[in-house]
């Protein structure tokens, strides 16, 4: 069975402070995995994906995050942290030999808080 | 411009009545979804169509039934709502259920309060 863990509530950070969120699936074959943001009272945007080749996934709004199979990872980072970054974070993660039903199986999310 | 835009975005209506929430996605994807997102801000899939056809149906309740008339358009339509129904249904669209790689597409949400 396919699952996805975001181990932590809460990330606080100050602002032009490194940030990472932390993500580890679970998948049985090979994962296709994603980032997704969710501002107050709004929809999920997408963020990155990784679907396969290169380890370090560059996405939108300064963004990355880091494939790494053998801890099972796809952790969130971004060099220099702003005000504006603070949302929630999801996780995400579908498995490619799986029966392709498109389902994509979200972590419990992670709320972001830049500070000044 | 939008996307995927869903309506209505705020709903608060009473027990036992029912009510529908409508998603129309203008990227010309194959495959349209449903999903929840609970007081807890978890996410979990209802629905998924793909052409038109249902590919997947999470244990919904049967109070709660998909309709897609084309595969630009899915709505949801909930009978008998109660207040545990209270979430934000989110629609999204992609372009095939399969490869497993495409982008879900996700709409603004719609916000459901039953009281």
């Known amino acids: 069975a396919q699952s996805v863990a975001q181990p932590e509530d809460q990330v606080n950070v100050a602002e032009g402070n490194p940030l990472t969120v932390k993500c580890t699936y679970s998948v049985s074959g090979n994962p296709y995995l994603f980032w997704y943001v969710q501002y107050p009272n709004r929809g999920l945007q997408f963020l990155l994906k990784?679907?396969?080749?290169?380890?370090l996934v560059k996405g939108s709004y300064g963004f990355e995050a880091e494939f790494n199979k053998s801890q099972t990872s796809f952790h969130l980072k971004k060099p220099s942290a702003l005000v504006s970054d603070s949302a929630l974070y999801f996780c995400?993660?579908?498995?490619?030999?799986?029966?392709?039903?498109?389902?994509?199986?979200f972590g419990q999310g992670t709320t972001l808080q830049v500070k000044p | 411009d939008t996307a995927v835009s869903q309506t209505p975005k705020y709903l608060v209506t009473q027990m036992g009545n029912d009510k529908s929430i409508k998603c129309e996605q203008n990227?010309?994807?194959?495959?349209m979804y449903w999903y929840k997102q609970d007081s807890k801000k978890f996410l979990k899939i209802m629905f998924s169509?793909?052409?038109?056809?249902?590919?997947i149906n999470e244990t919904v309740p049967n109070r709660f039934s998909p309709k897609s008339p084309d595969k630009a358009h899915l709505n949801l339509h909930i009978n008998s709502l109660e207040l545990g129904d209270s979430a934000v249904y989110f629609c999204?669209?992609?372009?095939?259920?399969?490869?497993?790689?495409?982008?879900?597409?996700f709409g603004e949400g719609s916000w459901l309060t039953v009281v």
């Open positions: 990227l010309g994807h194959d495959t």
């Open positions: 990784y679907i396969t080749g290169d380890n």
């Open positions: 995400a993660v579908r498995d490619a030999g799986s029966s392709n039903t498109g389902k994509l199986i």
């Open positions: 999204a669209s992609s372009r095939r259920q399969a490869p497993s790689g495409n982008t879900i597409y």
């Open positions: 169509y793909n052409n038109k056809e249902l590919i």
